[in-house]
């Protein structure tokens, strides 16, 4: 018996989420469900996540169901949010983004 459309979209679907998955751990990166879990951990919405990192909302959906692959750029930050207490807080404290970074400090 041939497979459906819907069938052969549903092979589709799983072969695209098993690539997502390697490509992930080939690459050192955070997978979908730790940066569900971090994100839970928190207690944030993914909204507040999105703002706080300043990407739509969409975008922390895609990464937590797999369905789209963070940059590695996008991984270290997303890294440093959730491993740095003061990155968070300096992140959250929308008063201090405008001067945040102009200088160093040490």
Avoid: C
């Avoid at 080939?26 to 469900?33: I, M, N, P, R, Y």
């Avoid at 706080?52 to 969409?58: C, R």
């Amino acid at each position: 018996v041939d497979p459906t459309a819907e069938e052969w979209a549903n092979i589709d679907n799983d072969a695209d989420a098993q690539i997502a998955r390697v490509l992930r751990e080939q690459l050192g990166l955070l997978s979908a469900d730790q940066i569900r879990s971090n994100r839970q951990t928190l207690n944030l919405s993914q909204r507040e996540l999105a703002d706080h990192l300043g990407v739509a909302v969409e975008t922390i959906s895609r990464w937590e169901t797999g369905a789209l692959t963070q940059t590695r750029a996008m991984d270290r930050y997303l890294r440093v949010y959730f491993g740095v207490p003061a990155a968070r807080v300096a992140l959250v404290k929308e008063s201090s983004l405008p001067s945040l970074g102009m200088h160093v400090e040490m």
